[in-house]
């Protein structure tokens, strides 16, 4: 089992930059891939990026291809989501999420831990 602790949103005006942390607890992080997803008010919770186990693989929504990046330090038991060119329309709740039994997904059905969430807000 692993517990997630989101950190890092913030308020920033449109076109700046922001980076969302994600600590695992545990011994076994590496065995997990991660995720960020995102909700924003009376919307679906929807993917952001993805890692693989490894950090050798990452794979991003179309919305924020270019402008995110997502990492992860397997030593820190951490990954991260660097956050640059931030849009209005990418203000929302960003979850941390793991899961155990597929290499990557963009499912959120198959991410079976997730963080309490960070509130990231962007004004135009």
């Known amino acids: 089992q692993v517990q997630l602790v989101e950190s890092g949103g913030g308020s920033v005006q449109a076109g700046g930059s922001l980076r969302l942390s994600c600590a695992a607890s545990?011994?076994?992080?590496?065995?997990?891939?991660m995720a960020w997803f995102r909700q924003a008010p009376g919307k679906e919770r929807e993917f952001v990026a993805g890692i693989s186990k490894s950090g050798s693989r990452t794979y991003y929504a179309d919305s924020v291809k270019g402008r995110f990046t997502i990492s992860r330090d397997n030593a820190k038991n951490t990954v991260y989501l660097q956050m640059s060119s931030l849009k209005p329309e990418d203000t929302a709740i960003y979850y941390c999420?793991?899961?155990?039994?597929?290499?990557?997904?963009?499912?959120?059905?198959?991410?079976?831990?997730w963080g309490q969430g960070t509130q990231v807000t962007v004004s135009s």
């Open positions: 999420a793991a899961n155990q039994a597929y290499s990557w997904s963009t499912k959120l059905s198959d991410y079976n831990y």
């Open positions: 545990g011994r076994t992080f590496s065995s997990y891939a």
